[in-house]
Nanobody
Framework: QVQLVESGGGSVQAGGSLRLSCAAS????????MRWFRQAPGKEREIVAR????????YYADSVKGRFTISRDNAKNTVYLQMNSLKPEDTAVYYC?????????WGQGTQVTVSS
Protein backbone atom coordinates (compact mmCIF):
# COMPACT_ATOMS: atom_id res chain seq x y z
CA GLN A 1 0.00 0.00 0.00
CA VAL A 2 1.03 3.57 -0.69
CA GLN A 3 -0.55 6.54 1.07
CA LEU A 4 -0.58 9.99 -0.53
CA VAL A 5 -1.18 13.32 1.16
CA GLU A 6 -1.54 16.45 -0.94
CA SER A 7 -1.11 20.03 0.21
CA GLY A 8 -0.66 23.48 -1.22
CA GLY A 9 -3.99 24.20 -2.85
CA GLY A 10 -5.80 27.47 -2.39
CA SER A 11 -7.22 30.52 -4.08
CA VAL A 12 -5.22 32.84 -6.30
CA GLN A 13 -5.84 35.49 -8.90
CA ALA A 14 -5.18 34.88 -12.56
CA GLY A 15 -1.48 35.15 -13.31
CA GLY A 16 -0.52 33.96 -9.87
CA SER A 17 1.33 30.85 -8.74
CA LEU A 18 0.81 27.91 -6.43
CA ARG A 19 2.90 24.88 -5.57
CA LEU A 20 1.24 21.59 -4.79
CA SER A 21 3.00 18.88 -2.81
CA CYS A 22 2.26 15.17 -2.61
CA ALA A 23 3.97 13.18 0.12
CA ALA A 24 4.04 9.41 -0.32
CA SER A 25 4.41 6.90 2.49
CA UNK A 26 4.17 3.15 2.84
CA UNK A 27 5.64 0.82 0.26
CA UNK A 28 7.28 3.63 -1.70
CA UNK A 29 10.05 1.40 -2.99
CA UNK A 30 7.49 0.03 -5.44
CA UNK A 31 6.78 3.41 -7.01
CA UNK A 32 7.03 3.54 -10.78
CA UNK A 33 5.56 6.93 -11.69
CA MET A 34 3.79 9.84 -10.06
CA ARG A 35 1.07 11.87 -11.76
CA TRP A 36 -1.09 14.89 -11.11
CA PHE A 37 -4.67 14.84 -12.34
CA ARG A 38 -7.37 17.46 -12.03
CA GLN A 39 -11.13 17.47 -12.19
CA ALA A 40 -13.20 20.57 -12.76
CA PRO A 41 -16.93 20.68 -11.93
CA GLY A 42 -18.93 18.81 -14.54
CA LYS A 43 -15.83 17.56 -16.34
CA GLU A 44 -13.93 14.31 -16.44
CA ARG A 45 -10.72 13.85 -14.51
CA GLU A 46 -7.74 14.62 -16.74
CA ILE A 47 -4.02 14.09 -16.43
CA VAL A 48 -1.96 17.23 -15.92
CA ALA A 49 1.61 15.98 -15.57
CA ARG A 50 3.63 12.83 -14.96
CA UNK A 51 7.13 12.11 -13.73
CA UNK A 52 8.88 8.78 -13.53
CA UNK A 53 10.20 7.84 -10.09
CA UNK A 54 13.67 7.34 -11.57
CA UNK A 55 15.17 9.21 -14.48
CA UNK A 56 14.11 12.55 -15.91
CA UNK A 57 11.15 11.63 -18.07
CA UNK A 58 8.19 13.97 -17.72
CA TYR A 59 4.89 14.53 -19.50
CA TYR A 60 2.61 17.56 -19.56
CA ALA A 61 -0.84 18.10 -20.92
CA ASP A 62 -0.86 20.64 -23.74
CA SER A 63 -3.00 22.99 -21.65
CA VAL A 64 -0.29 23.40 -19.00
CA LYS A 65 2.94 23.14 -21.00
CA GLY A 66 5.27 26.02 -20.28
CA ARG A 67 3.32 27.02 -17.16
CA PHE A 68 3.46 23.97 -14.86
CA THR A 69 6.52 22.04 -13.73
CA ILE A 70 6.48 18.64 -12.06
CA SER A 71 9.44 17.59 -9.93
CA ARG A 72 10.27 15.11 -7.22
CA ASP A 73 12.45 14.71 -4.16
CA ASN A 74 13.11 11.01 -3.78
CA ALA A 75 14.71 11.46 -0.37
CA LYS A 76 11.45 12.97 0.91
CA ASN A 77 9.19 10.72 -1.19
CA THR A 78 7.50 13.90 -2.36
CA VAL A 79 6.35 15.14 -5.73
CA TYR A 80 5.65 18.78 -6.48
CA LEU A 81 3.62 20.63 -9.07
CA GLN A 82 4.72 24.23 -9.54
CA MET A 83 1.91 26.12 -11.24
CA ASN A 84 2.68 29.53 -12.72
CA SER A 85 0.65 31.94 -14.84
CA LEU A 86 -2.53 30.37 -13.52
CA LYS A 87 -5.74 30.85 -15.47
CA PRO A 88 -9.37 30.60 -14.36
CA GLU A 89 -9.67 27.42 -16.44
CA ASP A 90 -7.09 25.81 -14.14
CA THR A 91 -9.69 25.82 -11.37
CA ALA A 92 -10.23 22.23 -10.28
CA VAL A 93 -9.58 19.68 -7.60
CA TYR A 94 -6.06 18.40 -8.12
CA TYR A 95 -5.27 14.77 -7.30
CA CYS A 96 -1.94 13.08 -6.81
CA UNK A 97 -1.64 9.57 -8.26
CA UNK A 98 1.05 6.97 -7.63
CA UNK A 99 1.59 4.08 -9.98
CA UNK A 100 3.21 0.81 -8.98
CA UNK A 101 3.31 -2.38 -10.99
CA UNK A 102 -0.24 -3.70 -10.98
CA UNK A 103 -1.87 -0.94 -8.95
CA UNK A 104 -2.32 2.77 -8.49
CA UNK A 105 -3.17 4.96 -5.52
CA TRP A 106 -4.88 8.33 -5.16
CA GLY A 107 -4.62 11.20 -2.76
CA GLN A 108 -7.63 12.95 -1.29
CA GLY A 109 -7.41 15.93 -3.62
CA THR A 110 -6.72 19.60 -3.05
CA GLN A 111 -8.80 22.50 -4.37
CA VAL A 112 -7.23 25.10 -6.62
CA THR A 113 -9.35 28.15 -7.44
CA VAL A 114 -8.18 30.82 -9.86
CA SER A 115 -10.20 34.01 -10.06
CA SER A 116 -10.18 36.43 -12.97
Amino acid sequence: QVQLVESGGGSVQAGGSLRLSCAASGRTFRLFAMRWFRQAPGKEREIVARIMWSGDSTYYADSVKGRFTISRDNAKNTVYLQMNSLKPEDTAVYYCNAAVVGAEYWGQGTQVTVSS
